[in-house]
């Protein structure tokens, strides 16, 4: 069965420094994985998605996030964070017929910045 | 484009009664739809996938009785929570899978606060 770990439930980060959210997943074939943010009491926003050819992906926000088929890892990077990053990540991975994606869903991780 | 909209946004209903949730999908068709629940400060789990002119399939352990889902058309999914009750309180969100290039790309409703007094 598909599964996606996120390791880290809250990360504070300080406004300007980079981040690196982690993901690790279980899939058995080549997988569709994702990157959501969701702010409080809102829905999911797509930052990015890997589904193949280059394993270093460009997403909204000045995110990217790169794949690692030796280590089943999706981390997700920025550069430098603004305050405005502050909110929940999920790493997802889909799975079923291609076209109709069911998604599995990490943890999440709660990201604070400091001023 | 692609775009899923939820009404109602936030729900309040005592327990006992049934609360209709509805997903449109805007602007593109869905013969597929999905239906996630979220509790307080937790992740997002698959509660059914909703199909166009079939019975919906439950995930384990999702009473198939106790929420009911119909997917009248190829634009519109509900699902009914019946006799309702307070563990039934959470988030709830829906999401269809684009076509054509975004084909392998979910996009999700902004969801539907239920709270049961």
């Known amino acids: 069965a598909q599964s996606v770990t996120q390791p880290d439930i809250h990360i504070t980060v300080s406004e300007g420094a980079s981040l690196e959210l982690r993901c690790n997943y279980s899939?058995?074939?080549?997988?569709?994985l994702f990157w959501y943010v969701q702010s409080p009491g809102q829905g999911l926003q797509l930052l990015l998605k890997?589904?193949?050819?280059?394993?270093l992906v460009q997403g909204i926000k000045g995110f990217e996030a790169e794949f690692k088929r030796s280590q089943s890892s999706f981390n997700l990077r920025k550069p430098s964070v603004h305050w405005s990053d502050a909110a929940e990540y999920f790493c997802?991975?889909?799975?079923?017929?291609?076209?109709?994606?069911?998604?599995?869903f990490g943890q999440g991780t709660r990201l604070t910045i400091n001023p | 484009g692609a775009v899923v909209s939820q009404h109602p946004s936030r729900v309040i209903c005592k327990s006992g009664t049934s609360v209709k949730i509805e997903c449109r999908s805007l602007d593109f068709q869905a013969t597929t739809m999905f239906w996630y629940r979220q509790f307080p400060k937790q992740s997002l789990m698959l509660m059914a996938t909703?199909?166009?002119?079939?019975?919906?399939?439950?995930e384990q352990g999702v009473e198939k009785d106790k929420f009911l889902i119909n997917h009248a058309s190829l634009t519109l999914s509900t699902l009914t929570v019946t006799s309702a009750h307070p563990e039934d309180s959470s988030f709830y969100i829906c999401s269809a899978p684009g076509g054509g290039s975004v084909l392998n790309e979910q996009f999700f409703g902004p969801g539907t606060r239920l709270t049961v007094l």
């Open positions: 909703s199909n166009e002119g079939s019975k919906a399939t439950y």
């Open positions: 899939y058995g074939a080549t997988p569709y």
């Open positions: 890997y589904f193949s050819g280059d394993t």
């Open positions: 997802a991975v889909g799975a079923g017929v291609q076209g109709a994606q069911k998604l599995v």
